[in-house]
């Protein structure tokens, strides 16, 4: 009967909190979206966390950043922001979009996930992304952790970096933590640096042609006894 009420509370909760978020035009709407990307989302942490880190001369992660710190990006010459959190229209992409509309910065976007292997053709598209972005640029996810840190490892290894170089990108550093399920990032590179053992070969040219989402996640499930 308890756990049956909790459920309960908890999908209630759930249902409320994503009733709104989804319009800034209406001002008693945008009101509500800006209290679901302050709390829901966190982003009063983020006025005062950056997580901000190089990753390469241009090019720089951060976490989920509002408007103000948008605004200085842009005067230190950021040009570009690479989002990897998708155009879910919620109320951080739809603040984001407005944001950078008005500060003339170029806004590209990527779905990529924290816990589970990104799909190929998702980091096909990242790829792309790191050809075409003007730069400087920086990238960011919501904390800044995990998508930003695949992200970021992906962009030391497809400019030449060691697969050591690339795993500082996705380290306690920007919180993030390898023995929880957003491992299968680090598994994401156990997996490149096993192939790379038996002869060389690119990144990008592994993802396109090798690298199987299904393969991972069942790997990383067998090394951490998860069900798959």
């Not at 003007?134 to 490892?153: I, N, Q, T, V």
Request: net charge positive.
């Amino acid at each position: 009967m308890l756990r049956n009420f909790v459920d309960d509370f908890r999908r209630r909760k759930k249902a409320r909190r994503e009733g709104y978020g989804r319009d800034i035009t209406d001002p008693n709407e945008r009101r509500r979206s800006r209290r679901y990307l302050n709390y829901a989302d966190h982003g009063i942490l983020r006025r005062f966390w950056t997580n901000f880190g190089e990753v390469a001369p241009g090019v720089f992660r951060s976490n989920h950043p509002p408007h103000g710190r948008l605004a200085a990006y842009k005067s230190k010459g950021i040009k570009a922001i690479l989002n990897l959190r998708g155009t879910a229209q919620r109320a951080p992409y739809l603040f984001e979009v407005e944001s950078c509309a008005a500060l003339g910065l170029t806004l590209v976007s990527v779905s990529l996930t924290a816990r589970k292997a990104a799909p190929r053709e998702d980091l096909l598209a990242l790829f792309d992304h790191f050809d075409t972005i003007p730069r400087p640029f920086l990238m960011h996810c919501k904390s800044g952790a995990d998508r930003a840190g695949l992200a970021s490892a992906l962009y030391v290894l497809d400019n030449g970096g060691s697969v050591a170089d690339a795993r500082r990108q996705l380290s306690l550093r920007y919180l993030h933590l390898r023995f929880t399920r957003t491992g299968i990032q680090d598994h994401m590179l156990d997996l490149f640096q096993d192939r790379q053992s038996t002869g060389p070969i690119s990144i990008r040219d592994w993802i396109r042609t090798e690298y199987d989402p299904e393969v991972l996640s069942a790997s990383f499930a067998r090394k951490r006894f998860l069900p798959v």
